[in-house]
Nanobody, 124 residues
C-alpha cells in the first residue's frame, strides 16, 4: 500500500507558476501509474493529468494542455505537476492519486490511493 503526500500549493497571481510535488512511500513507486486531480469549491473533482508507470505516456485535460506538465522521478518516489500561466479558474485543491495498473488513465474512479490535497489559489 502506498501513502501519498502533496506539497507545493500556495497563492500566486494570474500568469504565475507553481510546481506541485507528490511524495510516495510505503511501496515501490515505479509500480504505480499516477494522476493529478483537482476540485474547486462547489464543483466535482476533475482530472488534470496522468502519467504511466515508466513516464512514457502522459495525458492532460484540455483546460491545462500547453500550460501544465506532469513528470515523475521513480528514483525519488515523486510525481510533479509544473503549472505555468496560471489562471484564476485553476484555483482548487489538487490531489495526486496512484494505482498499480499499467496504463495511464484520467479516470479518477480507477485510482485506489489518494493524497490529502494541496490548495492552489490563483488571484486575478
Amino acid at each position: 500500500q502506498v501513502q501519498l503526500v502533496e506539497s507545493g500549493g500556495g497563492l500566486v497571481q494570474a500568469g504565475g507558476s507553481l510546481r506541485l510535488s507528490c511524495a510516495a512511500s510505503g511501496s515501490t513507486f515505479s509500480r504505480y501509474r499516477m494522476g493529478w486531480f483537482r476540485q474547486a469549491p462547489g464543483k466535482e473533482r476533475e482530472p488534470v493529468a496522468a502519467i504511466s508507470r515508466s513516464g512514457g505516456t502522459k495525458y492532460y485535460a484540455d483546460s491545462v494542455k500547453g500550460r501544465f506538465t506532469i513528470s515523475r522521478d521513480n528514483a525519488e518516489n515523486t510525481v510533479y505537476l509544473q503549472m505555468n500561466s496560471l489562471k484564476p479558474e485553476d484555483t482548487a485543491v489538487y490531489y495526486c492519486a496512484a494505482d498499480e495498473r499499467v496504463t495511464a488513465t484520467m479516470l479518477g474512479r480507477l485510482y485506489d490511493y489518494w493524497g490529502q490535497g494541496t490548495q492552489v489559489t490563483v488571484s486575478s
